[in-house]
């Protein structure tokens, strides 16, 4: 079962005038007419691709060719102009670590908030409570506010919590870049364990290496268009190639166009 | 469990956790706790009594009750307004978590100073009660005006939320504005101390109403006039079809914009 279907998928998005009305009292000294768009231009465009069940889509690119907008429209969060895109199962976005995190909640406040944002009911929060925290191996600091954890610890937090939302669909967005090794091995045991439950992954990276490791399948982007489609390994090795004749600069920068 | 009602109780526990989390992060902390709900009304009251009682000298009866009165009402509404302005643009991370339902943020900014209003409720009794006055079977009446009012602000609320996303200075201009429209309403005043030449903007004004009921419940115990609790109830369906239009029309900006 494909659990991602896109079938030439395209988003369009506005620019505004640099001066676009951003206060009430500058739209009214100006007009509203300040507020309409001058100009589209397409972040996505044609872009077909499936990912069945259990299957690991890694998506490559240089800055801004649309990576980051592929995810937010298979996540929800934005809709293609045109072109169809079914999404079938739960979606997860591991877009960024301890979202809802608040500094001065302890852990296990912190836990709950996560797992609900995350997408699990207080009831399944509290089922894997136990494990979720085993996982982060925060045990002896659960009930201590979380700014008197490291940062390391706070990720792991993160991590563990979504290591625990049984994903159907899992976006993941250049996060698993941080962390130790231990931790990013951890991280790569997890998502396996998910892609044997059925759950189709999309990782974004500049991370050629993890990319080819992980990846059953890679699309390559290009200024909003694809310009290749196909198994993991000879396709990252053309996309290095092109890296390389056009100008080493690229790799290594990251994606800033994450919203 | 059909995916459904999976997502209902999904909803409603985000709901809860989003409430508790608010609530703690503003009174856990604090050694008085929740006593602060109760006790900013307290001193505005007792100032507004100084000042306008003593030294204006309205002359209304059980004046500390009748501002304590206006004074829970109009908080709820000021708070809920100034606080549903910042929902979205405030939780940006929370809204670009996919399937996370974005109305929700809203409804927890209109539900927490509602929570501030219930804790102060007690004491407004004892102020009540303490004037000379007694509960009257009108104060059944209440919780049918507090989910009116609710439901004015929600429908503020979410068009609010939305046009922050827009322009940037709403929760600014609304700041101004709230700080003038107070005075415009008949909070320390009674609305029959209007002259008559202002009066008809004064019906203008929605919030009028709402502290007119309430007073009527709370402090002559009659029941508060039908007839208007059915005009605003009107008035709530308008101006929630208008800021839910709004609120969901941005949506999807939200995330483009954020």
Known sequence: MNRIEAHAVGKRYARFAIQRPRKVKEALFRGMGGLRPVDTFWALRQVSVEVAAGKMLGVIGTNGSGKSTLLKLIGGLSRPDEGTLVVRGRVVGLLELGTGFHPDLTGRENVFINGVVTGLTRREV??????IVAFAGVEAFVDSPLRTYSSGMRMRLGFAVMAHTRPEVLLIDEVLAVGDLAFQKKCVARIATFKADGCAVVLVSHNLEAVTETC?????????NVVARGPAEPTVTSYRQANEDDDADETGAHDDDGG | MPLTRRRLVHTRDL???????????????????ML????????????????????????????PAFIFTGLLAWNWFREALFSSAGAIVNNRELVRQP??????????????????????????????????????????ALPALLVLQFLF???????????????????????????LLFYLTPVFYSPDMVPGWA???????????????????????????????LVIAVLDAVVLRIGWTTFVRARFAFVEEL
């Open chain 2, 199 to 229: 009066r008809t903007v004064y019906g203008l004004n929605p919030m009028t109403h709402f502290l007119v009921s309430y007073r009527h419940i709370l402090m002559d115990g009659t029941m508060p006039d039908w007839r208007v609790l």
């Open chain 2, 15 to 33: 709901f809860l956790e989003l409430l508790v989390r608010e609530m703690k992060l503003r009174y856990e902390r604090s050694s008085l706790g």
């Open chain 1, 126 to 131: 509290s089922e894997q409570f136990d494990s």
């Open chain 2, 99 to 140: 399937g996370f339902p974005t109305a929700v943020l809203p409804i927890v900014a209109v539900t927490v100073p509602l929570l501030d209003l219930l804790a102060a409720l007690p004491v407004l009794f004892v102020f009540l009660v303490a004037s000379g006055g007694s509960l009257s079977p009108a104060v059944l």
């Open chain 1, 216 to 224: 059953d399948e890679v699309l390559w982007l290009q200024h909003g």
């Open chain 2, 36 to 63: 602060w709900a109760v006790l900013t009304p307290l001193l505005q009251m007792a100032i507004f009594s100084f000042v306008f009682g003593a030294v204006f000298r309205v002359d209304i009866e059980r004046y």
């Open chain 2, 153 to 179: 602000l929600q429908g503020i609320g979410f068009l609010l939320a939305g046009l922050q996303v827009t322009f940037r200075d709403v929760q600014h201009l609304l700041n101004v504005s709230l700080t």
